[in-house]
């Protein structure tokens, strides 16, 4: 007992020491549900192809369904004139296995930076957000998440990281790795974003750059009082890498909405247009349209939204119609629910989210074209 008590009080010491001139804070998110999604037809009745799964029912629980759980630290150091160091870990987990998210290698996955904050705005570097992710899930009513999520359906194939080399996935880049962001300091309400990466897909390449995917980023958005609005331009060249896995030339993101505050309601509206250019001809093109709102009464909060995915012949069109309700214990506990309805074309591989994996509850991937589908789901979600 004796030496439990020495090793407590060497470790309050260090902690004071270690923390004196560092804010951090702990800080993370715990989310687990039940979910059913049913399906309109089968067009695999004969053959379960293993990338795109023959579309039926499943009844599920799950974790990380309105959001991914997380566990996450951040800290400022004041430098003084003004300027402060700024950090940021956090990793993502299942709460239904109790099991790390994210692959083998990442401890945090979901973000990773350190920078330098000012007078003249903040500088960070590391595993980031894309400026794109931030600014469309900020007008989505279902915030990226549940069965109403606009990633449902504003990609062929749902969301992933940019490392992963299936193009149809850049359409909607969430994450990327070695970058660098600015954020400037707000104008009277308007601020500039700007992001870049030499090597959108793991470690930088010491023996041929060429192989790298190059990011560049710029967001443009005015917020003041009840008015948010922004334009973002999102540019993946392609490295030799990505070149061979899928004959991809560049992929082009320009996304331009914005919400407006009634009180009574929140309405909300974005346009998003997504190319992929191919180096033997041809291209992909999705436009993608999207109206929400959101309308709180008394501890309740409505949402609804509808989606228009409009894609050339190669990619096919999708839509999707989505509500739900949210009931706040408070401002960091509240139970959710969403239902979702999805109708594509024949060439579209669109699907409500699948929770048969744990984590963010993202599109589903490689869904059987041609099928309509739906989904609903209840939930906790609580913030710390």
């Known amino acids: 007992m004796q030496k439990k008590l020495i090793a407590l009080a060497v470790a309050g010491l260090a902690s004071t020491a270690a923390f004196a001139q560092t804010n951090v804070t702990i800080y993370g998110l715990v989310d687990y549900g039940y979910s059913y999604r049913f399906d309109g037809r089968d067009v695999f009745a004969a053959t379960n192809l293993p990338n795109h799964p023959r579309p039926n029912s499943a009844s599920q629980l799950n974790g990380g369904q309105a959001n991914g759980n997380r566990l996450g630290f951040k800290g400022t150091e004041d ?3 003004g300027l402060k160091a700024v950090f940021l870990l956090e990793q993502g987990f299942n709460l239904d296995t109790g099991t790390q998210g994210g692959g083998d290698n990442q401890m945090f996955n979901r973000q ?5 904050s000012g007078n003249f705005g903040t500088v960070i570097g590391g595993r980031l957000y894309t400026p ?3 600014f469309v899930s900020g007008l989505d009513p279902f915030g990226a ?3 109403g999520s606009y990633r449902n359906v504003f990609s062929p194939a749902g969301s992933t990281n940019i490392g992963n080399t299936a193009y149809a996935s850049l359409m909607d880049p969430l994450r990327v790795d070695n970058a660098v962001a600015y954020v400037s300091p707000s ?4 601020t500039l974003t700007g992001a870049f990466s030499n090597n959108a897909s793991g470690a930088d390449s010491t023996s041929n750059s060429a192989s790298n ?9 005015y917020q003041n009082g009840a008015i ?5 331009y999102h540019y993946i060249a392609a490295g030799s890498d990505l070149n061979r896995a899928a004959l991809l030339k560049n992929v082009q993101n320009f996304d331009f909405g914005g919400s407006y505050d009634f009180k009574v309601a929140k309405v909300m509206a974005l346009y998003s247009y997504n190319n992929a250019d191919f180096n033997l001809g041809g291209n992909q093109t999705i436009n993608n349209y999207m109206v929400g709102v959101t309308a709180p009464f008394g501890k309740w909060t409505g949402k609804a939204s509808y989606i228009y995915s409009d894609g050339n012949s190669l990619v096919g069109d999708g839509q999707q119609l989505a509500v739900g309700v949210d009931y706040n214990f408070s401002k960091r506990t509240k139970i959710y629910s969403a239902y979702s309805w999805i109708d594509n074309s024949g060439n579209r ?3 409500v989210g699948d929770a048969t994996a744990s984590g963010s509850y993202g599109a589903g991937n490689g869904y059987a074209a041609g099928v309509w589908q739906q989904g609903v789901q209840v939930g906790l979600n609580h913030q710390f």
Do not use: D, K, P
Request: aromatic letters at 14%; a neutral charge.
């Open 213 to 221: 995917n190059t990011v560049y980023a710029i967001l443009g958005q």
């Open 187 to 190: 104008f009277g309400g308007f």
């Open 228 to 232: 948010n609005v922004g334009a973002n």
């Open 145 to 147: 998440g549940t069965m």
């Open 112 to 116: 990773a930076y350190a920078g330098l």
């Open 132 to 134: 794109h992710y931030t």
């Open 349 to 351: 591989l669109n699907g």
């Open 79 to 81: 430098l003084g004139n």
